[in-house]
């Protein structure tokens, strides 16, 4: 790799851990595994580049395969996480899930919530199919 490609976003072990959602201690791991490669700066720090780390959540976030599960879907947007909050309305529900480091609220229909046994504690997926989707640069 070129230094112009390195130097390209270059992210550090514990920015890197962030971005995806997991400790730092975790993507050390994941490097020392060879899962990463990484590759040391100026100051003697792990770094890994911003297409390289790309690459890597990617490959971390493909779907669990859902034409094997028997679900085939369109949608490639899916936050595991754990129901934190559920509001019944009259017609309507409100439920929110953490999905790691991200909170993913939804209204659906208070028949659906009932359903699907949507209560705090639940393991769940928040399945995004969206044509209009906003990103911010940081």
């Keep these: 790799m070129g230094q112009s490609e390195a130097s390209v976003n270059p992210y550090r072990i514990g920015e890197a851990a962030a971005m995806l959602g997991v400790s730092a201690d975790t993507m050390r791991r994941w490097v020392d595994a060879g899962r990463v490669a990484a590759e040391r700066d100026e100051h003697g720090h792990r770094i890994i580049p911003g297409a390289r780390l790309a690459a890597f959540a ?3 976030a493909r779907p669990e395969n859902a034409e094997s599960e028997g679900r085939p879907s369109s949608a490639r947007n899916r936050f595991p996480g ?3 909050d559920v509001v019944l309305g009259d ?3 409100q439920v929110e899930i953490q999905a790691g480091p991200f909170r993913v609220v939804s ?3 208070r028949e659906s919530a009932e359903e699907l046994d949507l209560v705090p504690g639940a393991p769940a997926t928040a399945v995004i199919k969206s044509t209009n989707v906003m990103i911010e640069r940081r």
């Design 58 to 60: 990617r490959e971390l």
């Design 82 to 84: 754990i129901v934190t």
């Design 91 to 93: 017609v309507a529900a």
């Design 107 to 109: 209204l659906i229909s």
